[in-house]
Nanobody, 114 residues
Framework: QVQLVESGGGLVQAGGSLRLSCAASGSIFAIMGWYRQAPGKPRDLVATITNDGRTNYADSVKGRFTISRDNAKNTVYLQMNSLKPEDTAVYYC??????????WGQGTQVTVSS
């Protein structure tokens, strides 16, 4: 049974930083990542990382966010710096098994005040 435990969301002023964590268990995950959904908008990719360390970022977060993972702990992190009000959203951890099956975390709120 796959379980995802997210942590690290919260309220921060513009220009500040937050770090999200997602601890996964129950399978081997080829890809781990973060997605976000603002009110009234679809869920969008923020960043992903493969089990051999290849990363992919949305253009809107390049240079500000950094994704990393600890394979021994099956944990993925998202370091978010220089946060902007438009980064406000519910952030979801998304993982994909080696067979491509997706699993989603429950989401953590990130609010950036101006």
């Amino acid at each position: 049974q796959v379980q995802l435990v997210e942590s690290g969301g919260g309220l921060v002023q513009a220009g500040g930083s937050l770090r999200l964590s997602c601890a996964a268990s129950g399978s081997i995950f080829a890809i781990m990542g973060w997605y976000r959904q603002a009110p009234g908008k679809p869920r969008d990719l923020v960043a992903t990382i493969t089990n051999d360390g290849r990363t992919n970022y949305a253009d809107s977060v390049k240079g500000r966010f950094t994704i990393s993972r600890d394979n021994a702990k099956n944990t993925v992190y998202l370091q978010m710096n220089s946060l902007k009000p438009e980064d406000t959203a519910v952030y979801y951890c998304g993982v994909f098994t080696i067979h491509g099956t997706p699993y989603w975390g429950q989401g953590t709120q990130v609010t950036v005040s101006s």
